[in-house]
């Protein structure tokens, strides 16, 4: 059983950077494809940016292309994702999640983290 937490969300104005983490523990991160969602409240939880096992495949969802990076390091078991240029409409709870493919979906994720919110002020 793979545990994942995330960590690196705040309060921060429009414009501001923050970098969130996921770290796994119980088990390798390194077996799974990666991806970060977000739900905002009152919206479904959609994906933000996913990572392939080896880290060399990447994906954003359009509204963050350009500024938020993801990454991982299978050494450590931990995936960041580096935001940047943050805006209001990027205020929402942040989850990380494992999946066996690379396009997995929310309903198809083996593993999920807590969440950790990040709220951006105009």
């Known amino acids: 059983q793979v545990q994942l937490v995330e960590s690196g969300g705040g309060l921060v104005q429009a414009g501001d950077s923050l970098t969130l983490s996921c770290v796994a523990s119980g088990g390798t991160l390194s077996r799974y494809n990666i991806a970060w969602f977000r739900q905002a409240p009152g919206k479904e939880r959609n994906w933000v940016s996913r990572?392939?096992?080896?880290?060399?495949?990447?994906y954003y969802t359009d509204s963050v292309k350009g500024r938020f990076t993801i990454s991982r390091d299978n050494a450590k078991n931990i995936v960041y994702l580096q935001m940047n240029s943050l805006k209001p409409e990027d205020t929402a709870v942040y989850y990380c999640a494992a999946g066996s493919s690379i396009l997995f979906s929310a309903s198809s994720a083996r593993y999920w983290g807590q969440g950790t919110q990040v709220t951006v002020s105009s």
């Open positions: 990572i392939n096992i080896g880290g060399g495949i990447t």
